[in-house]
């Protein structure tokens, strides 16, 4: 499964337990990894960010109590911790405050999945707004006196420029 198959993949899909392992670039995003994206809300365009582009900031190999290798990639949005032997990625988190002080990264929002569709909902609001309210203006300027054949011809005479109103007769 690519990068762009793991985009595509369904939230569900990777919360399950069993669900399977998917490389991305030259890293493996473990079962693991995936269901700690869900539970914490991060999208998968994040992951793939910080996998695929260059790293922020890195931290250096530590070894954990039962000796297993681990590094920290440190992007503007996320960190993961990478298998540097396997190049497994054991899991994700946002960015912390910490963190990116200490390595020098100007922090962004990470925005969740809820933001997400809310801003998407709020976008289309306003454009509907827009709309409506673009097209009543434009039907109280065409419900003036005349009729709809008049102002019709006004529109394509308004239109055609002052060339064709002066072989009209139309004064100006």
Do not use: W
């Amino acid at each position: 499964m690519s990068a762009n198959d793991f985009r595509k993949k369904s939230r569900r899909a990777m919360a399950n337990k069993n669900t399977r392992p998917v490389k991305v670039g030259r890293f493996i995003v473990t079962s693991h990894a995936q269901n700690r994206m869900i539970l914490r809300d991060i999208p998968n365009e994040a992951m793939i960010r910080n996998l695929c582009r260059k790293p922020e900031a890195k931290s250096p190999v530590r070894y954990d109590s039962s000796g297993r290798p681990s590094y920290n990639r440190h992007n503007t949005e996320s960190t993961t911790s990478i298998n540097p032997i396997s190049k497994n990625v054991a899991t994700i988190h946002a960015l912390k405050e910490a963190d990116a002080r200490r390595y020098g990264i100007r922090r962004t929002h990470l925005k969740t999945e809820a933001e997400l569709r809310k801003e998407r909902a709020f976008a289309k609001t306003t454009k509907e707004k827009i709309k409506k309210s673009h097209t009543s203006k434009v039907h109280s300027r065409n419900r003036s006196h005349r009729t709809k054949a008049a102002s019709a011809d006004i529109q394509k005479q308004g239109q055609r420029g002052k060339k064709c109103r002066k072989l009209s007769g139309m004064k100006q």
